[in-house]
């Protein structure tokens, strides 16, 4: 069963402290991403991975950090440096050379 | 902001009737694609329009784009309540593999 795996589904943290959200995926995709989105609004674009070991920022990067070790990883970190945390995270991963997006179920972060 | 816009924010319809909504982007691209998001969920692809293109059909699902104008619409045609969800556009920043999503139509059809 391919797709895309993100854990837990929600979770909840004191402010000050890191988290990371994990993301996995079997279906053999090189590129991954991760946005953040609030309520009521689009998705904005944290950081994107091309391939193993390579990673890029996208427009709001700050506060957060990625690792790209394994093709089938691509875990984020909130850090506390991130000044409003709370919101939906979601993963995705595009096919090489193709153009759409697979998504992940998400993850809301609560931070209080 | 580099967000797309679209409107309406929010529709609502009668199951069975059409439903159009509006996307208008700022940058020139190669690619538009709408995607839909079940409430709490992740989103899921629907259709590709490339720049060179003006119409495109998949079931009952119509994309435009007018590159001149900056702009698209998504029609779904003969709703269903399964139709209820956000709909979003993004477009490729400009040849890049970054993607630039609206900020989506909460679209709801009553059975």
């Known amino acids: 069963d391919g797709g895309i795996t993100q854990s837990p589904k929600y979770l909840f943290r004191k402010e000050g402290q890191n988290v990371t959200l994990s993301c996995e995926q079997n279906?053999?995709?090189?590129?991954m991403y991760w946005y953040r989105q609030d309520p009521g609004q689009g998705l904005r674009l944290i950081y994107y991975?091309?391939?193993?070991?390579?990673?890029q920022k996208g427009d709001i990067a700050e506060g957060y950090s990625v690792s790209r070790e394994k093709k089938e990883s691509f875990p984020l970190t909130v850090t506390s440096a991130q000044k409003n945390p709370t919101a939906f995270y979601l993963c995705?991963?595009?096919?090489?050379?193709?153009?759409?997006?697979?998504f992940g179920p998400g993850t809301r972060l609560t931070v209080t | 902001s580099q967000q797309g816009e679209e409107d309406p924010q929010a529709l609502s319809i009668q199951e069975g009737e059409n439903a159009t909504m509006n996307c208008s982007y700022k940058?020139?691209?190669?690619?538009l694609q709408w995607y839909r998001q079940n409430s709490g969920r992740g989103l899921v692809h629907l259709i590709l329009?490339?720049?060179?293109?003006r119409e495109k059909h998949s079931g009952r699902l119509r994309v435009t784009l007018d590159t001149s104008k900056k702009s698209s619409s998504l029609l779904i045609t003969a709703s269903r309540a399964a139709d209820t969800a956000s709909y979003f556009c993004?477009?490729?920043?400009?040849?890049?593999?970054?993607?630039?999503f609206g900020t989506g139509t909460r679209l709801k059809v009553l059975a």
């Open positions: 995705a991963s595009r096919v090489p050379g193709a153009l759409e997006q697979y």
């Open positions: 993004a477009t490729d920043a400009g040849g890049t593999y970054k993607y630039i």
């Open positions: 940058t020139s691209i190669n690619n």
């Open positions: 279906l053999n995709h090189d590129a």
């Open positions: 991975s091309q391939i193993v070991n390579d990673f």
């Open positions: 329009i490339r720049s060179n293109e």
